[in-house]
């Protein structure tokens, strides 16, 4: 195997999106994307059966059109990888059985990966910068399924999770919040554009969990110090609403949304910030899709400049779920001379960070027997 | 011919059947459990290649169980069988996979001329298909798939693990009390179908259900 610029295929469905990516080494060679998010916007939001159902439907065309996209074929490929988890358990499968047929089919090493780590692995991609993973690390990830700061160590086996939502995401809570508003879905975009006609100071909302009960001091952490929430912000955006249609009122949707959307961004700038002074972190990436939302771009980088941090933002196709940040993943753990995940794994909705890829099954041993 | 078949609708199992071998068998592996198709199918498969001495260019089509069956299990395989058909270039074919349990059946002594497949669809209902049998012909498919309440089936002697777990109210066959649709079976259909210049399926899963997924009404106003 090419363990210098391995060619390494990418696969990802542990949401909506499924995504097959290529990439020698860290160059990139095809990010191929099928979204399913329009089967979802009836519901308003991702419905995990109608997900999976259609990653089953895309994976060999999202396949064929990424082989052909890189000009590649399956027999030139050195390695496989896949996202294990986290995710929505029917969605993973999908990928994760599609993975391992591969891997069958041409003999290719198969490396299970996690998906939060791929976030941060898609920095590699990164054409544009000079040092592709700095010195004290950390990424900021914002998306519909996941809102958490990481500490990255060394990307291919040492990466610890500081801080995370306690309940819902902050792109879950724009769907919920847009909903409640008549907005439609995805909600972050909707909400994003309307904000800017509105007034965030008309209102404020809660800022969950910064209590000094949750906080605790540098020395002292509280237990929730670096964590999120966003359950009880959706709640008190509804009861807003309800409270100027009792007055019969007009609601003001664009200050709330404007309100709604600086709580966030807000909460979520500024506890990444205080995490990242606390751990010694000089360098952020942001990742996942809501990192496309542009007051969370706009207060992220303000923040991390005035506190001394390089904050790195990704080309936006590379921050939303895809196969190239799984293949960017997976060329760094050949590189590395890591162990393939085999082929005997199970997928894992809550695959932990500290699991950057599932351990090399344990050599088989004949069982004794009585 | 040699087939690969897959079926991950209730058990995840696999096989290798060929004209060519005796009984049409080269090799099979089947699971008891319906819910580990993920961890299992794959390396199954490998194994049952390795030991039957089969490369993928040896194989002339892949058949996959399409259901019904419970819906993450039943991707697992059909997800399997059509990335192995693209990798390897082969075709790839459809079985309604109760039709495994019904070419058992049809091959077993005490076979009725008219019967019923039923399986297990959790929710306190089951999958079931009606077949009748002639002599020297495979079991057909005169109703079905559905999914519905064992006491709603027609009164007709019934068999497979669906039939087992009402057999209160079914006239469930004890020897096939337990019997899942195994990819053995349907690959030995699948020879006999095309041998005798039949058609079989695309593999397009057979849910029978929808995705549970509920429009959500408008948001009530406070007043
Ligand atoms: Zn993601």
Not at chain 2, 103 to 120: I, K, N, Q, Y
């Given at each position: ?370 | 011919m040699l087939i690969l078949a897959i ?8 096989a290798l059947v060929s004209d060519d071998a005796l009984e049409g068998v080269v090799g099979s ?23 039957s001495?089969v490369t993928g260019a040896d194989i002339d089509a892949i058949v996959v ?20 058909a693209?990798?390897w270039g082969k075709p790839l074919h459809?079985l ?42 495979l ?44 990819a053995l079976?349907l690959g030995q259909f699948a020879l006999v179908r095309l041998a005798g210049g039949g058609e079989l ?23």
């Open positions: 195997m090419n363990r210098s610029q391995p060619l390494v295929l990418g696969i990802e469905s542990s949401c909506d999106e499924t995504g097959v990516g290529i990439v020698r080494g860290t160059d990139l060679l095809t990010n191929t994307v099928s979204s399913s998010m329009d089967e979802h916007v009836r519901f308003g939001g991702v419905i995990p059966e109608i997900a999976s159902r259609a990653h089953l439907d895309a994976f060999v065309p999202t396949l064929q059109a990424a082989l052909a996209e890189a000009d590649v074929t399956l027999d030139d490929i050195d390695a496989i990888a896949v996202t294990s988890g986290p995710g929505l358990a029917g969605a993973l499968m999908v990928g994760v059985c599609a993975a391992k047929a591969l891997a069958v089919a041409t003999g290719k090493p198969l490396y299970a990966i996690n998906h939060l780590v791929a976030h941060v692995g898609v920095g590699l991609l990164d054409a544009r910068a000079e040092n592709l993973l700095p010195e004290n690390l950390g990424a900021l990830l914002v998306s519909g399924g996941h809102t958490e700061i990481l500490r990255i160590r060394r990307i291919t086996d040492d990466v610890e999770m500081l801080g995370s939502t306690i309940d819902d995401a902050a792109g879950e809570a724009y769907d919920k919040v847009a909903r409640i508003l008549g907005l439609g879905y995805p909600g972050g975009p909707a909400i994003d554009r309307l904000a800017r006609e509105g007034n965030a100071k008309a209102i404020r909302f809660p800022r969950g969990l910064t209590q000094p009960k949750y906080m605790g001091t540098a020395e002292e952490p509280g237990p929730h110090r670096y964590d999120w929430s966003f359950s009880g912000l959706k709640t008190a955006v509804a009861r807003c609403v309800e409270q100027f249609e009792a007055q019969g009122e007009a609601v003001p949707v664009a200050d709330i949304a404007a309100a709604f959307q600086e709580a966030v961004v807000d909460v979520i700038t500024s506890k990444a910030v205080l995490a990242c002074r606390e751990q010694g972190i000089t360098n952020v990436l942001l990742g996942g899709g809501v990192a496309a939302n542009s007051r969370l771009r706009q207060l992220t980088e303000q923040r991390c400049s005035a506190a001394g941090i390089t904050l790195h933002v990704p080309p936006l196709g590379l921050c939303t779920d895809n196969g190239a940040m799984v293949a960017a993943l997976g060329a760094q753990l050949v590189m590395a001379g890591i162990e393939p995940s085999g082929i005997s794994f199970a997928p894992d909705s809550s695959m932990p960070v500290t699991t950057v890829s599932a351990p090399a099954p344990e050599p088989v041993r004949t069982a004794a027997r009585a | 079926d991950t609708s209730a058990v995840a199992s696999a592996f089947s699971t008891e459990d319906t819910r580990s198709h993920a961890e299992v199918l794959a390396p199954g498969i490998e194994k049952l290649l390795a030991e001495d169980g399409v259901g019904p069956g419970p819906f993450t299990g039943l991707r697992s395989g059909i997800a399997t069988a059509r990335t192995l693209f990798a459809g309604m996979s109760l039709d495994a349990v019904a070419l058992e059946v049809a091959e077993s002594t005490e076979a009725p001329r008219e019967f019923l497949v039923a399986t297990d669809a959790r929710r306190k209902e089951v999958y079931w298909a009606r077949y009748t049998l002639q002599e020297g012909q079991p057909k498919l005169v109703d079905g798939p559905h999914v519905g309440f064992a006491a709603d089936l027609p009164d007709l002697p019934a068999y497979g693990a669906g039939a087992g777990l009402y057999a209160d109210v079914l006239r469930a066959d004890p020897d096939f009390s337990a019997e899942q649709p195994d079976y399926l695309d593999s397009t899963p057979l849910y029978l259900r929808e995705s549970d997924a509920q429009v959500p009404g408008p948001r009530k106003r406070a007043l």
